[in-house]
């Protein structure tokens, strides 16, 4: 069961205001997080480098599925799976 702030409708993330701004607040900061690991890669040579920069642009990039998810609502639930996973919903997920 659902918290009652939460819809369990499939068009609509959040309905709580306050709730749906603390999670983009909390995708802010993530932002600022994956900025510095990115920023930090320059400090090692070679495959850490490359490593530290990965995570942090794979992070960014799952950070921009929850912001969508969270504040988009014409961003299709198969457009966010992309993005997460790599590939559309499967037929049973729809």
């Known amino acids: 069961m659902a918290a009652e702030n939460i819809t369990e409708n499939k068009d609509i993330a959040l309905r709580d205001t306050v709730r749906g701004l603390l999670a983009l607040e909390a995708t802010w900061e993530i932002e600022q997080l994956a900025n510095l690991t ?7 040579d070679d495959i850490e480098a490359l490593q530290f920069r990965g995570i942090g ?38």
């Open 38 to 44: 990115i920023d930090l890669a320059a400090e090692f």
């Open 57 to 94: 642009a794979r992070i960014k990039e799952l950070n921009s599925a929850i912001m969508s998810a969270i504040g988009e609502h014409a961003v299709t639930n198969d457009a966010l799976s992309k993005m997460i996973r790599c590939h559309p919903l499967p037929k049973a997920e729809v």
